[in-house]
């Protein structure tokens, strides 16, 4: 069952329906901490209520329901991805007769290994 400002918030289309009903399944002193983030500026979706019904199960802390509402939690990290355009940019400007592919791709992850060793020798 929701708090009486949850409630509020739902009626409101604040909150969406569905995050209501996992939210609902929060302790009350645990709803009154979403309460008081969304009274901070932070906003409901759907995924930060499923990860939020989660964690009541488990550990909950202030500290870590701030961390879904904030989105730290909830976003995934994206793998970075292999875009064509920079080997067609770099193979038009630097492969030649004399200058293969391979060629091109040594000496660039040669400039990486050189430059992230000057990086981290600097902290």
Not at 82 to 111: C, G, H, M, P, W
């Amino acid at each position: 069952m929701l708090i009486d400002q949850l409630k509020a918030r739902l009626d409101e289309n604040e909150i969406p329906f569905m995050a209501g009903v996992d939210l609902s399944f929060l302790k009350g002193e645990q709803q009154e901490v979403i309460e008081s983030l969304l009274g901070e500026g932070y906003k409901m979706d759907l995924k930060k209520a499923a990860a939020l019904k989660t964690l009541a199960r488990g550990n909950f802390s202030p500290g870590k329901a701030e961390d879904i509402m904030s989105g730290k939690k909830t976003r995934k990290k994206r793998a970075p991805r292999f875009t064509a355009k920079f080997t067609k940019s770099i193979v038009n400007q630097y492969v030649t007769e004399d200058r293969t592919i391979k060629d091109v791709e040594a000496i660039i992850q040669k400039l990486l290994e050189e430059y992230f060793a000057r990086e981290d020798g600097e902290d």
